[in-house]
């Protein structure tokens, strides 16, 4: 089965401790991208990454960071930098052209 | 302003109705997506459109580019549509702004 997978589903964590989001994707897709989702507003790109061992700031990258080692695998740290970290943590990552994007089921994060 | 505007934030039908979700935007795009978020907090991709009509069940996607705007229609709405539907917009080739979505609620 092809897909976006995220782990974990629920994570909690310690103020003041750094916290790694892991997204693997089977698809053969070249792009992948980070999003964060809080209530009532859109989601917001953190980083996204066009190519292996490339990758650019989103509009809100402050407080993480991402590496892209292999196709595969992009996977986003929460720094303690971070001021707000608590929120629904989305993968997405999409081929070609049309560059529609398609979506990991997310982790929730909640900083204690 | 919101560069990317979704009406109306909630919704609630009851279930065989004709459902239309609308999105405004003030940006240039090179495409917009539809998308279905679930109670889960999964995103399921249902349409990416540039121009015109897009068809899938019960589902219709327009888009009208000189308008800025774009609805989702839903026909003989079911319970099991009750989601939250996202609109998005890409600017140039990497870039999506998203809506904040309607949520949708159909009852039985």
């Known amino acids: 089965d092809g897909g976006i997978t995220q782990s974990p589903k629920y994570l909690f964590r310690k103020e003041g401790q750094n916290v790694t989001l892991s997204c693997e994707q089977n698809?053969?897709?070249?792009?992948m991208y980070w999003y964060r989702q809080d209530p009532g507003q859109g989601l917001r790109l953190i980083y996204y990454?066009?190519?292996?061992?490339?990758?650019q700031k989103g509009d809100i990258a402050e407080g993480y960071s991402v590496s892209r080692e292999k196709k595969e695998s992009f996977p986003l740290t929460v720094t303690s930098a971070q001021k707000n970290p608590t929120a629904f943590y989305l993968c997405?990552?999409?081929?070609?052209?049309?560059?529609?994007?398609?979506f990991g089921p997310g982790t929730r994060l909640t900083v204690l | 302003k919101n560069e990317v505007e979704q009406s109306p934030q909630n919704l609630t039908a009851q279930e065989g109705e004709f459902i239309t979700i609308n999105c405004s935007y003030s940006?240039?795009?090179?495409?917009l997506h539809w998308l279905q978020q679930h109670p889960g907090g999964g995103i399921v991709s249902l349409f990416m459109?540039?121009?015109g009509k897009k068809k899938h069940g019960r589902l219709i996607a327009t888009i009208n580019i000189q308008e800025k705007h774009s609805s989702l229609h839903i026909t003989a709405s079911h319970p099991r549509d009750s989601a939250v539907y996202i609109c998005?917009?890409?600017?140039?080739?990497?870039?999506?702004?998203f809506g904040t979505g309607t949520r949708l609620k159909v009852l039985a």
């Open positions: 997405a990552s999409s081929i070609g052209q049309n560059n529609e994007q398609f």
């Open positions: 698809l053969n897709h070249d792009a």
């Open positions: 990454s066009q190519i292996v061992n490339d990758f």
């Open positions: 940006v240039g795009i090179s495409a």
């Open positions: 459109l540039s121009s």
């Open positions: 998005a917009v890409r600017e140039g080739t990497y870039k999506y702004i």
